[in-house]
């Protein structure tokens, strides 16, 4: 079991005039989807060159006052992280592995020229909001209360340098069940877009990475698929992932693969997470480059069985078609979700859940 560490700051907490009433809310809860509902507070941190990180509170959720300069506006600094609170099977709220987000949050931070949130601060901010807004946990079965932790550079400043003020915030919002009966297999494109190159922010969970997804993400889908792959951006080969979650490929041999972090792919938490739980399974695990004809042969030889993409959001999902524009379609397996993909899924949310031994400690129980 993860504990708190001691908070390094006192949270002011501000009174909201006009709290969402509990029917409406209860109302709204029955089918919240995902990213469309927001709780009724924030956290907000802000941080000067002279002051380092201050004013901690616990607010109404409101419209920020920025400036038309700011800094955040024109030049995209700008980090963020996801995480869920889950609901134990006692009855608690918790956390799963926030040390591990607040970790990112500042390897981020410093590709983008931003202040580090000392790691405390960062779990005791999103503890706050559990705590304020607990209320606003789905009932759905399987859902969870997502907490977006974000930094955007507030100074009004429109010379090219890092800003010298920032805001720390988090939201939350109500998130049902991504797939009610289990996870349905997703169809990808082979995007000819990169996502990163060697060197640049690939590594890091800034905007900027999606705004260049979008376009993308939306060919794949004009062309009838849900997401988009893509390829390293130098030889446009081998595999690295979609464009919010990491990939994993299963072998007929008992061998799982997923691409190693060689810095244009996101270290995913789920993805880490799976690379201990599919070593306890007994798979050989590799962190290896995998390349886009390989896998098309791979798939087509029977060789490789199954494919899958994870992430916060979505826990486990499987790859069932993959369309490659040049070369055409090719189906993973049965074209639908794996033994293996199901067995992973079902041991990682059993551990999230509290349903399942925890022995690495990954979850923090919040109350
Ligand atoms: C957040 C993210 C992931 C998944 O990370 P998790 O920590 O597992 O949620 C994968 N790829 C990208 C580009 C991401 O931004």
């Known amino acids: 079991m993860a504990t708190i560490a001691e908070s390094p700051m006192t949270f002011t907490r501000l009174a909201h005039p006009a709290p969402v009433p509990v029917e409406t809310r209860d109302q709204l ?35 920020l ?10 030049y995209a600094q700008e980090i963020f992280e996801g995480l869920k609170a889950y609901r134990l099977a006692d009855g608690a709220m918790a956390l799963f592995r926030p040390g591990a987000n607040a970790a990112r949050f500042n390897a981020s931070a410093r590709r983008l020229a931003m ?21 606003w946990f789905p009932s759905v079965d399987g859902g969870s209360l ?20 920032y805001k720390f915030i988090v939201i939350a919002s109500p998130a049902g069940n991504y797939f009610k009966s289990g996870a349905p297999a997703v169809s990808i494109w082979v995007s000819h877009y990169s996502r990163a190159a060697p060197g640049g922010t690939g590594a890091a969970k800034c905007g900027g990475n999606y705004a260049a997804s979008l376009v ?10 849900d997401q988009v792959v893509f390829l390293d951006a130098e030889q446009h080969r081998w595999i690295e992932e979609l464009g919010g979650m990491n990939l994993y490929f299963a072998f007929a041999d008992g061998t799982l693969l997923t691409p190693p972090l060689s810095g244009t792919i996101l270290p995913g938490i789920t993805r880490d997470s799976l690379l201990t739980l599919a070593r306890e399974e007994g798979l050989t695990v590799r962190e290896e480059r995998y390349s886009i004809d390989q896998w098309r042969e791979d ?33 993973i397996g049965s074209g639908g979700p794996g033994q293996l993909t199901q067995k992973l899924r ?13 022995p690495h400690g990954w979850v923090m129980r919040l109350d």
């Open 29 to 63: 809860l029955a089918d919240p989807g995902f990213g469309k509902l927001f709780s009724d507070h924030m956290v907000t941190i802000d941080w000067s060159e002279e002051a380092g990180w201050h004013n901690a509170q616990v607010g109404p959720l409101a419209p």
């Open 65 to 74: 006052p920025l400036h038309p300069a700011a800094a955040v506006l024109h």
């Open 115 to 135: 202040p580090e949130l000392p790691e405390a601060l960062f779990v005791e901010a999103c503890r706050q909001m559990v705590a304020v807004d607990g209320g």
């Open 146 to 165: 997502y907490l977006r932790p974000f930094m955007i550079a507030t100074e009004a400043f429109l010379g090219v340098r890092p800003a010298k003020s």
């Open 216 to 225: 993308p993400q939306a060919e794949a889908m004009e062309h009838g698929h």
């Open 299 to 331: 798939a087509a030889s029977g060789r490789l069985v199954e494919t899958f993409a994870c992430g916060t959001a979505a826990v486990v999902t499987p790859v069932g078609r993959v369309t490659d524009p040049v070369k055409g379609e090719f189906v």
């Open 346 to 358: 079902a041991r990682l949310v059993a551990i999230q859940r509290g349903e399942a031994p925890d």
